[in-house]
T-cell receptor, first 112, second 113 residues
């Protein structure tokens, strides 16, 4: 069965600093992996997805993620944080049962 | 049109009320989903419809009754809910069941008194 684990329920960075949100996956088959963002009182927006075409995936709003099979990781990064990046971020994996399995989420706070 | 719309945005209901949540998409998607999201938790899948037929029911209590009247619309009928059912209800759609990319609506914030 596929699953994802997000390390750190809350990450706080200064404006302009590197953002790193961690996600590790478990899957017996090549996974489809996603990062979603949820702003307060809103639905989920897809940031990026990995579907095996390229290990470095670029998404919207300057985010990118790198798929590392050897580390079973799919960490999300952004070189320079902006105040508008403050939100909840979910890593997710598409399961063989036609379902998206979400991680527990990481709340990103940005310090001025 | 690449949007999934949901109405109402907010809903407050008593435990004896009957209400419905609505979801609409005009992307030609044939799979539609209902999720429930409690505060500070990830979304949890409730129901999946494929070609207007219920495909997955994640053992949801019968006080939640989904309906897919056509390929663009998805309803969630609510009756005799409990306060613990208060949550954000999210609708999503994908091109087909088995397509891994889902598009989410903004959700309906439900409060049960």
């Amino acid at each position: 069965a596929q699953s994802v684990t997000q390390l750190g329920s809350h990450v706080s960075v200064s404006e302009g600093a590197l953002v790193l949100l961690r996600c590790n996956y478990s899957s017996s088959v090549p996974p489809y992996l996603f990062w979603y963002v949820q702003y307060p009182n809103q639905g989920l927006q897809l940031l990026l997805k990995y579907t095996s075409a390229a290990t470095l995936v670029k998404g919207i709003n300057g985010f990118e993620a790198e798929f590392k099979k050897s580390e079973t990781s799919f960490h999300l990064t952004k070189p320079s944080a902006h105040m508008s990046d403050a939100a909840e971020y979910f890593c997710a994996v598409y399961s063989s049962a036609s379902k998206i399995i979400f991680g527990s989420g990481t709340r990103l706070s940005i310090r001025p | 049109d690449t949007e999934v719309t949901q109405t109402p945005k907010h809903l407050v209901m008593g435990m004896t009320n009957k209400k419905s949540l609505k979801c609409e998409q005009h992307m030609g998607h044939r799979a539609m989903y209902w999720y429930k999201q409690k505060a500070k938790k990830p979304p949890e899948l409730m129901f999946v419809y494929s070609y207007e037929k219920l495909s997955i029911n994640e053992s949801v209590p019968s006080r939640f009754s989904p309906e897919c009247p056509n390929s663009s619309l998805l309803n969630l009928h609510l009756h005799a809910l409990q306060p613990e059912d208060s949550a954000l209800y999210l609708c999503a759609s994908s091109q087909a069941l088995g397509d891994n990319e889902q598009f989410f609506g903004p959700g309906t914030r439900l409060t049960v008194l």
